[in-house]
């Protein structure tokens, strides 16, 4: 299986595990990820964007300075601003911020879904799965440029 292959079974399966769906951004460096895939509702992408939430986004902040994962009812006492709040007025309402670090990397991600918080077992396979797509592409540059346009293809379609 080639890494494009192996990248994008990953991230079908995360697709299917977050039917309200997801957030997910590998290997920051400095405030940029060198890969970043969204399936989220486009309205609520467009209203996250222009209202600047992902400067007072508690799932970001939290990502940044905790390792694990952690459901978003959990962090409703630092979100002043009220991100989790507005996502649910988009059908956004039940999550879980994943964050790993390995190789002095780190990625974060949220997950959601409209119906129900995730189970223990289902926060297990998200966080597992979101290791092993941090490991896939823990060299960015050895993937190709057509690869990067084809894993930004499949993001687009993924996209709700």
């Known amino acids: 299986m080639t890494a494009r292959q192996e990248i994008a ?7 299917r595990l977050s ?10 460096r400095f405030t940029r990820p060198a890969f970043l895939f969204q399936t989220y509702p486009r309205r609520w992408t467009r209203h996250y964007d222009a209202a600047g939430l992902v400067m007072h986004d508690p799932t970001v902040r939290w990502g940044m300075q905790n390792v694990g994962a952690v459901r978003w009812c959990d962090l409703e006492a630092i ?3 009220g991100v989790l709040e507005a996502a649910r007025d988009y059908g956004i309402m ?5 964050a790993c670090v390995a ?14 918080d995730f189970d223990d077992e289902e926060i297990a396979e998200i966080a597992g799965l979101l290791s092993r797509l ?3 592409t823990a060299e960015p540059a050895a993937i190709t440029e057509a690869d990067r346009r084809a894993l930004d293809e499949l993001s687009l379609r993924l996209t709700h």
């Open 134 to 136: 941090h490991a896939a």
């Open 103 to 116: 190789a002095g990397s780190r990625s974060i991600a949220s997950f959601a879904r409209a119906d129900r």
């Open 79 to 81: 979100d002043p601003h």
């Open 9 to 15: 079974v990953l991230l079908h399966e995360l697709d």
């Open 94 to 98: 039940n999550g879980v911020a994943v």
């Open 19 to 28: 039917p309200a769906g997801f957030a997910i951004a590998l290997h920051l």
